[in-house]
Nanobody, 125 residues
Framework: VQLQASGGGLVRPGDFLKLSCVAF????????WGWSRQRPGKEREFVAAISWTGNSRDYAEPVKGRFTISRDTSENTVYLQMNSLKPEDTAVYYC???????????????????WGQGTQVTVSS
């Protein structure tokens, strides 16, 4: 599968952005999807995931209550709505699919593959 992430940009603290990730490949709805990010000078970290059923979501503590992951199976697209952005949210954001279908959400990034090219989010006043 190929993934194309978009929607990043330069925003001010408190603003919002909505990231999109289009998946080019079959069986979109059979997979759990996740977002990760890599902040400057830091390792890549888990941000959010949505299960293949669409009924379960998981978020990293720093983004809980501010970010929302969703999906549109008709468009083969995963979204990350990011509200109340903070400077510490500045990062390159990546989407990915769990390596194996019909699996639950997970925070272990090694369980995901097919990382897209990423989209840059910069939060600065």
């Amino acid at each position: 599968v190929q993934l194309q992430a978009s929607g990043g940009g330069l925003v001010r603290p408190g603003d919002f952005l909505k990231l999109s990730c289009v998946a080019f490949g079959p069986n979109f709805s059979r997979y759990t999807w996740g977002w990760s990010r890599q902040r400057p000078g830091k390792e890549r970290e888990f941000v959010a995931a949505i299960s293949w059923t669409g009924n379960s979501r998981d978020y990293a503590e720093p983004v809980k209550g501010r970010f929302t992951i969703s999906r549109d199976t008709s468009e083969n697209t995963v979204y990350l709505q990011m509200n109340s952005l903070k400077p510490e949210d500045t990062a390159v954001y990546y989407c990915a699919r769990r390596r194996t279908d019909l699996q639950p959400t997970a925070r272990n990034l090694s369980l995901y593959g097919s990382w897209g090219q990423g989209t840059q989010v910069t939060v600065s006043s």
